[in-house]
């Protein structure tokens, strides 16, 4: 981890689906210019239909796995952005700790909800990443920048 640029972090409930689709693609969208994790409150298991809806999108995620958000508390990671990503999360991730210097909340739905064929569950999963997509592109100048300008 390089220290020099900002550490973003997405958060979600389980850590499967939207806070991987957003990982992914800021990694894709920033290259170098930021540290980026993803992380659960209750981690699970990586959606295999996130994997396949940034496939799609030529971002390489089958390596993803859930991780729990106490690892990086726990660990002291400096967190510039924490970005819970849904409103699970949202009423019950830590509201603050002491390395998180700003926090955004951008509530998504939930494509593993969707019920129906293969093909109507990723339809939901492709929704969902143009929808974060759009909004990293939107906030991507402020996402890879430290906070307070430094």
């Known amino acids: 981890m390089d220290d020099m640029k900002p550490n973003v972090l997405f958060l979600c409930t389980h850590n499967s689906a939207r806070s991987v689709l957003a990982e992914g693609l800021?990694?894709?969208?920033?290259?170098?210019?930021?540290?980026?994790?993803?992380?659960?409150?209750?981690?699970?298991?990586?959606?295999?239909?996130?994997?396949?809806?940034?496939?799609?999108?030529?971002?390489?995620?089958?390596?993803?796995?859930?991780?729990?958000?106490?690892?990086?508390?726990?660990?002291?990671?400096?967190?510039?952005?924490?970005?819970?990503?849904?409103?699970?999360a949202a009423g019950?991730?830590?509201t603050s700790w002491p390395t998180m210097i700003e926090k955004h909340v951008w509530a998504f739905e939930d494509?593993?909800?969707?019920?129906?064929?293969?093909?109507?569950?990723?339809?939901?999963?492709?929704?969902t990443r143009e929808l974060i997509k759009a909004k990293l592109e939107a906030e991507l100048e402020l996402l890879t920048s430290m906070p307070g300008g430094g």
Not at 71 to 88: K, P, Q, R, S, T
Not at 112 to 122: D, M, P, Y
């Open 26 to 88: 800021l990694r894709d969208m920033a290259g170098d210019r930021v540290n980026v994790f993803s992380a659960g409150v209750e981690p699970g298991r990586t959606n295999p239909l996130a994997v396949a809806a940034l496939a799609e999108v030529g971002i390489d995620a089958s390596s993803a796995v859930s991780e729990g958000v106490t690892d990086y508390i726990e660990n002291g990671m400096v967190v510039h952005h924490l970005v819970i990503v849904c409103d699970g």
């Open 92 to 94: 019950r991730c830590p």
């Open 111 to 127: 494509p593993s909800r969707v019920e129906g064929s293969e093909e109507e569950r990723l339809a939901a999963f492709r929704a």
